[in-house]
């Protein structure tokens, strides 16, 4: 059975920094792509960042390129998002999802984690 | 900038069929868009309904089903019922490793 489970999340004032996990078990991780996806209160889901399998390529949204990093450690399971210069926007549920392929996109977020709570507040 | 467009919301009645779309503020939503469709209870994670336009994920109903009608991309869900009601979004993947999600449609069965 496929298991995501973020961690990381938390308080963190605008300009501040967060790193997020998600530890991954069920399937061979190294075999799909990743991604994170958002969603503000009360709002829909954005997209935020995807990993290939290899984890060479990397991709981001025009809202985080820049200050978010995405990067997995194929030998822990394990995907990361590296969050700086956060902003009061970025305070979202942030959700860990696999792809259905090696290739990012093409069968996308087959399965999601619950979702680690990020709040970007003074 | 693309935007990927849902109807905000939209109302079924028990038993009928009602069929939501996923289309571009530019262009036509074809198979090379690799459409994709989730829903969403409040509270939950959401949950993979369709993927690459009309693969239905492990465990879904074939009264649901995915399509492309005209320019759009589509969901139907026939014989609704009342654990239908939630929201349902659109991806559609832009190339180069970007997806973009539509707004999401509420979906009310009354």
């Known amino acids: 059975e496929v298991q995501l489970l973020e961690s990381g999340g938390g308080l963190v004032q605008p300009g501040g920094s967060l790193r997020l996990s998600c530890a991954a078990s069920?399937?061979?991780?190294?075999?799909?792509?990743m991604s994170w996806v958002r969603q503000a209160p009360g709002k829909g889901l954005e997209w935020v960042s995807g990993?290939?399998?290899?984890?060479?390529?990397?991709y981001y949204a025009d809202s985080v390129k820049g200050r978010f990093t995405i990067s997995r450690d194929n030998s822990k399971n394990t995907l990361y998002l590296q969050m700086n210069s956060l902003r009061d926007e970025d305070t979202a549920v942030y959700y860990c999802?696999?792809?259905?392929?090696?290739?990012?996109?093409?069968?996308?977020?087959?399965?999601w984690g619950q979702g680690t709570l990020v709040t970007v507040s003074s | 900038q693309t935007v990927v467009t849902q109807e905000p919301s939209f109302s079924v009645s028990p038993g009928g069929t009602v069929t939501l779309t996923c289309g571009l503020s530019?262009?036509?939503?074809?198979?090379?868009?690799?459409p994709s469709w989730y829903l969403q209870t409040p509270g939950q994670a959401p949950r993979t309904l369709i993927y690459?336009?009309?693969t239905r994920s492990s465990g879904v109903p074939d009264r649901i089903s995915g399509s492309i009608l005209g320019k759009k991309a589509a969901l139907t869900i026939t014989g609704a019922q009342a654990d239908d009601e939630s929201d349902y979004y659109c991806?559609?993947?832009?190339?180069?490793?970007?997806?973009?999600f539509g707004g999401g449609t509420k979906l009310t069965v009354l």
């Open positions: 999802a696999k792809d259905g392929a090696v290739v990012r996109g093409v069968i996308p977020f087959d399965h």
């Open positions: 069920g399937f061979t991780f190294s075999t799909y792509a």
């Open positions: 990993i290939s399998g290899s984890g060479s390529g990397t």
């Open positions: 530019s262009g036509s939503v074809s198979t090379s868009y690799y």
């Open positions: 690459s336009t009309n």
């Open positions: 991806v559609l993947y832009m190339g180069s490793g970007i997806s973009v």
